[in-house]
């Protein structure tokens, strides 16, 4: 890239840093800075204590590109002619469709009214390519496009079909039980939950394949903010250990209890109840969020989002549900349980769930990978599951 170059780092029109880039040791300097503004919700992270501002700065960066583990990986850095993807992440401006930050070359002058994608279309080409596994033709697409800061491995391209539209075909070509298993997690989680707690997902036919699809999470006024940024580091290992372990999963809800953000507590509640029913493999904490009003300051849990590996769609759910004995139906119990009957339950609804084991039926029978002794087995595990939380929720 030659001389390093200054840059903008923006919130929405407000300017928050002056940084330079060395794209050779992929790291970023800070030049100047506005005070209060540098540790802003969503954009690096609580980080650790010893972490230098330069450090949480570069974390930022390091999740806003696509992932080495993403398919097609080399094929992308080929055709865009990059070293890495966070070389990449730098053709364009940083723009992203889950919050406001971006940058510009300084002596640029943009608007973010002129340039965002939530207001502003854009040449979805880039996207369609990814999709269509056809990587030569990103050498002539523009971007300025979402898909060059969207991280995550499953392979996803943003269309741009009434609004912008993230369609994700999975991690691997030809695993049609991952678009699947999330689709059908989220009308479930429909089914569970109020209307506007879950992020709805559409299904579409893309070739031989199906894509689940959906809109933005966030719009104009809010940003999303990863559950890893608001809460403590040391609950974010204690959930990461939870597995079969009771007692390290008691402390954490007693931890959180202790956060007093009610919103958060009941949020991991009903993240337990939709793991139990769905057996979603994938609801880490960078899966769950946190809405943030940068003007009025105000916080709220974030829709569910990103369901993959729901429905046996997932390595760990695919290898207990294959052979199905009791044995593995104990320790699908015990990995994807873990209810409390303290818990505020009024929320729940069983009549909401009647009937919806044929439409899990009808939903997976479209991937030949859930032959009908799968399918049984899935469905009979999800009753079992079932049966558990209203026997929990309706304190019998």
């Known amino acids: 890239m030659g001389k390093e170059k200054a840059y903008l780092f923006m919130r929405k029109d407000e300017e928050i840093l002056r940084f330079s880039v060395d794209f050779k040791r992929r790291d970023v300097k800070i030049l100047e800075k506005k005070e209060g503004y540098f540790k802003g919700l969503g954009l690096y992270g609580m980080g650790k204590d010893e972490d230098t501002d330069a450090a949480l700065f570069s974390k930022f960066f390091a999740r806003r590109c696509i992932p080495m583990m993403r398919h097609g990986y080399e094929e992308i850095l080929k055709a865009t002619g990059c070293k890495d993807t966070f070389e990449l992440s730098f053709k364009g401006h940083g723009l992203s469709l889950s919050n406001h930050y971006w940058f510009q070359e300084e002596g640029e002058h943009l608007s973010y009214k002129d340039i965002n994608f939530f207001e502003n279309p854009w040449d979805d080409t880039f996207g369609r390519a990814l999709l ?204 994807f349980g873990g209810l409390e009957p303290s818990w505020d339950y009024s929320w729940y609804d069983p009549k909401r769930l009647e009937g919806f084991e044929e439409e899990i039926r009808e939903t997976l029978s479209k991937s030949p990978f859930y032959t009908p002794v799968l399918l049984d087995n899935i469905i009979a595990v999800y009753l079992r599951q079932k049966a558990s939380l209203d026997k929990i929720a309706m304190g019998k």
């Open 132 to 335: 269509y596994e056809d990587y030569e033709t990103l050498s002539k697409c523009s971007y300025e496009v979402p898909d060059i800061v969207t991280p995550g491995w499953a392979m996803k391209g943003w269309v741009y079909e009434d609004g912008p539209k993230l369609c994700k075909l999975g991690i691997a070509p030809g695993r049609n039980e991952e678009s699947l298993g999330e689709y059908l997690a989220s009308r479930l989680a429909q089914r569970l939950f109020p209307k506007g707690e879950v992020l709805e997902y559409g299904l579409k036919q893309w070739g031989d394949r199906y894509l689940s699809v959906s809109s933005p999470i966030v719009g104009m006024e809010e940003e999303l903010v990863p559950l890893s940024d608001v809460v403590p580091s040391d609950l974010y290992a204690m959930y990461r250990e939870r597995g079969t372990d009771k007692e390290t999963m008691r402390k954490f809800y007693e931890s959180l209890s202790a956060l007093g953000m009610p919103e958060v507590e009941s949020l991991f509640h009903k993240v337990a109840c939709l793991r139990s029913l769905a057996f979603v493999s994938d609801l880490h904490f960078d899966n769950l969020g946190i809405l943030y009003n940068p003007e009025k300051k105000t916080l709220k849990a974030a829709p569910f989002f990103d369901l993959a590996g729901a429905f046996g769609g997932g390595k760990r759910g695919r290898d207990f549900l294959q052979e199905l004995s009791p044995a593995t139906l104990m320790i699908v119990f015990f990995i």
